[in-house]
Each structure stands twice: as C-alpha cells, then as structure tokens.
C-alpha cells in the first residue's frame, strides 16, 4: 500500500517537474529554407505567359505577338548598347524622384501619426494630392522647369509622396502603445524611446512604403518620359508606338517589369529579411511556409 503511494507521488512529481521544463526552455524557432514560396510564385507568372500565349494564338502579330517573339526580342535589345543608357536613365529618375518622396513622406507621415494638430492640418492636403492623377504633376513640372530630368524627378518625387506619407501615418497610429508605456516606466530617453520602441515597429511599414514608392516611381517617371522626355524607357514606348511596332513596345516593358522584380529579390527582400529578424511570428511563418 505504501509503495503504491511513492509511485503515485514520484508520478506526481515527475510530471510537474516536465511542466517546469517546458516553461523555463523556449523552443527554438527552426528556420528552413522552403521551396514551396518560390515555386507558388513561379508558378503564377507561368499562368500568366501561358494565357498570354494562348491569346496571342488567336491574334496577328502586329496585335499581340507571343511571349517568345517578345522575349528574343528583348534579348536582341540587349546586345545594343542604347538599351542599358535608357534603362539607367530612367533608373536615375526613378532613384532620385523616390528619394524625395521617401524623405517627405517619412517626415509627413510621422507627423501626422505622433501629432492630432499634424493630422489635422496635413490630412487633406495629403488625401488631395493622393487624387490628383500622375500625369497632371508631370505636366505641370515639365511646363516649370523645362523637358529635362529636374522636372522628371521632381514631378516622381511630389506625386509619390502622399502614398509614402499615408503608408508611414498608418504604420505610425499602429505602434503598440504598451510598449510606449513600458519604455517611459524605465525611464526611456526620448532617443532611446524612437531607436528602440518606434523605430522597430515601423520598418515593416517603412519597407512597405519603399516597395510602394518604387512601384508608384516607375509609373510616373515612365508618364512623364512619354509625354516629354527625349529619353529613357517611357520614351522609347512613345517612340515604338508611333511606329505601330506592339512587338518592341511589349519587349521595353517586359524588360521593366524584369527589372523591377530583380530589385524586389535582390535588393528588397533581404534587405526586410535582415530588419525583420527580430519578429519571432515573422520568422517562424516564414519556416513552416
């Protein structure tokens, strides 16, 4: 009888002893690599070619050529040397417009976000420009400062910038506010309050607000090209529709679009896979995915 007692209390004690365990070890979050996300992607972008494929069954070349007549002729564009200096051009305009618009939105946003009175007077200014379409900002900039890179720049940079200030103010309202509270308990200096508590929480909104900027950036600077510039992707557009060439016309922008999702993937992506480490949810979705 009383051995059965000792079984049941080292039972007893035994399974508490795990449950004490369990709580003091965390569980480490395992990181792997996934083929899966990749391939979801890949997989979509083939759907996409196969459409256009099939579409182009049913219509003349000179309506809509199929992808692999776009495709060599994109890499025939590359043998010549007057694509890379369009290209960079526009990628000048692009990275200098985006600049700007990174750099006001950041302060407009955080404005409107950390300040009822900033919120107040700059909402409507912002939502204002937000609807003004992109082309009345490079028409305007074009007529200011002449047919030349400032005003592509320029009109990039203030179109952009309520999108960028709209991203960074959510993100801003979004700040946990316990963690504000618990940052002032310890006595936080107000530099130690934005690097460690304000910061953190806004460079997923930041990075969004970049991919953002940069998807905004290419659209504009390609408007403004078009309807006033004498170089750069957007022209070459306008200057291959006029000669009714849709095979050319479709080969510049699938060679942007190539471009763009190079940056995403080279530059973007572990850039946001760096700054976001710290987010364990993050992490561990990004495992298991």
């Not at 009383?2 to 449950?19: G, H, K, L, N, P």
């Amino acid at each position: 009888m009383s051995t059965s007692t000792e079984v049941a209390d080292d039972s007893c004690i035994r399974v508490d002893t795990d449950v004490v365990r369990g709580i003091e070890e965390p569980v480490p979050i395992k990181r792997r690599t996934s083929w899966k996300r990749p391939l979801r992607r890949f997989s979509a972008l083939v759907g996409i070619i196969v459409i256009w494929w099939l579409a182009s069954l049913f219509m003349s070349p000179q309506t809509l050529p199929g992808p692999f007549l776009v495709f060599t002729t994109m890499l025939d564009n590359l043998t010549e040397g007057d694509t890379y200096y369009q290209l960079a051009v526009t990628m000048g305009r692009v990275l200098g417009g985006m600049t700007i618009a990174m750099v006001m939105g950041l302060v407009i946003g955080l404005i409107m976000g950390l300040s009822a009175w900033g919120e107040d007077l700059l909402i409507n200014v912002v939502l204002v420009g937000f609807s003004i379409p992109a082309v009345v900002f490079g028409i305007l900039f074009i007529l200011w400062f002449g047919l030349n890179d400032t005003a592509a720049i320029l009109a990039v940079g203030v179109a952009a910038t309520p999108a960028i200030a709209i991203n960074i103010w959510q993100g801003t309202k979004a700040i946990d506010r316990d963690l504000m509270h618990m940052g002032k308990a310890f006595r936080f200096s107000q530099r130690s309050m934005l690097l460690k508590v304000v910061i953190p929480q806004l460079v997923p909104f930041v990075l969004a607000a970049l991919r953002t900027a940069l998807a905004i950036s290419w659209k504009i600077v390609t408007v403004v090209e078009l309807i006033g510039l004498s170089s750069g992707v957007g022209y070459m557009l306008h200057w291959w529709f006029g000669n009714f060439n849709m095979t050319q016309v479709l080969a510049w922008t699938l060679l942007f679009t190539i471009t763009l999702l190079l940056i995403e993937n080279i530059i973007l992506k572990p850039i946001e896979k760096r700054l976001t480490r710290w987010r364990p949810h993050a992490a561990a979705l990004e495992g298991t995915a």
